[in-house]
């Protein structure tokens, strides 16, 4: 019962900047912008949509299967791979390109700013689909453009459920298109942020969307997310964490989506689930934190009462 993750597999390099943007930028200056934000702290990981996603997933003690492309470099994130049993059947390898890097800076605040090459993975439209008969649901985490739309074809050619979860990318897409995908999907995910972007391109709120078909799940950082099924919305959050580093927040909520819908969760369980995850990532530094099922479990029943899992 594998889970097909396409998106992202990035090595990240990640800043921290002590102030806030919106104390250095000046929103009447935008289009001369030259600015330098003074990093106090500097770490590279393995990282991308995909691998952070994959991470959050294994933690419940799912199967997650990275569909994606990396480049020459890929050995070391392989290797990562292997040691936290994570499956690499699913990437290619492909030796002429880099591997996606991502430099990110993130504010007191927990604001980022962001800059991706895509190397390999730009590539990922031409790759197999994986060997793997028992693949029950799939995620088309952020990337590019045109792996994303094929590789939502290809998941619908053999039958495979998905959460449309376009992120940092949802620029790259038509008002046309992005409505196409989401009606495909059975669920989108997307922040506040984002869900202005698609809202803006398709005239589509998130309670206007799930009235077209899909679940919408929108998350609002600190304050939670919301649910929306047939027009009804319904909030989610979890008490207030310190974050020490919310790089990642996102993918690990959307690992606890997929484990709760391979295990037939409702979606708000899912929703809760996801927060969990979420939760347990902005405490730790880094990409690398633990929640295995059981004590997600615990935590479950102490907020909401008996768990259905």
Not at 183 to 194: F, I, P, Q, T
Request: proline share 6%; hydrophobic share 40%.
């Amino acid at each position: 019962m594998s889970v097909i993750i396409s998106g992202s597999v990035a090595y990240d390099t990640v800043f921290t900047h002590e102030g806030r943007f919106a104390d250095a930028i000046r929103p009447d200056a935008l289009d001369c912008l030259n600015l330098t934000f003074q990093a106090s702290g500097m770490r590279r990981t393995f990282g991308g949509c995909a691998g952070n996603i994959a991470w959050s997933l294994k933690q419940l003690g799912g199967d997650p299967l990275i569909w994606s492309a990396m480049g020459c470099d890929a050995g070391p994130f392989l290797e990562h791979f292997r040691r936290t049993g994570i499956r690499t059947d699913g990437i290619t390898v492909m030796p002429d390109a880099w591997s996606a890097q991502c430099v990110i800076t993130t504010d007191s605040t927990g604001n980022q700013l962001t800059t991706f090459h895509s190397g390999a993975m730009a590539h990922a439209d031409a790759i197999p689909w994986p060997n793997d008969p028992g693949i029950e649901l799939g995620i088309l985490a952020p990337s590019c453009r045109e792996p994303l739309m094929r590789h939502a074809d290809a998941c619908e050619a053999h039958g495979v459920p998905f959460i449309f979860d376009p992120g940092q990318t949802t620029p790259l897409y038509s008002g046309d298109e992005l409505i196409s995908l989401a009606l495909r999907a059975r669920a989108v995910a997307y922040s506040d942020y984002e869900g202005a972007l698609i809202e803006a391109r398709t005239g589509l709120n998130a309670r206007e969307l799930s009235l077209r078909g899909p679940a919408v799940f929108c998350t609002h950082g600190s304050r939670g997310s919301t649910v929306w099924e047939n027009g009804t919305g319904t909030t989610v959050c979890v008490p207030a964490a310190a974050a020490v580093d919310p790089v990642g927040a996102g993918d690990a909520y959307r690992g606890g989506l997929l484990w709760g819908m391979t295990h037939g969760l409702s979606f708000v369980d899912c929703a809760r689930l996801g927060s969990l995850m979420g939760r347990a990532k902005v405490l730790a530094s880094g990409p690398v934190y633990r929640l295995p099922l059981d004590e997600a479990r615990r935590q479950f029943e102490a907020l909401w009462g008996r768990a259905p899992f």
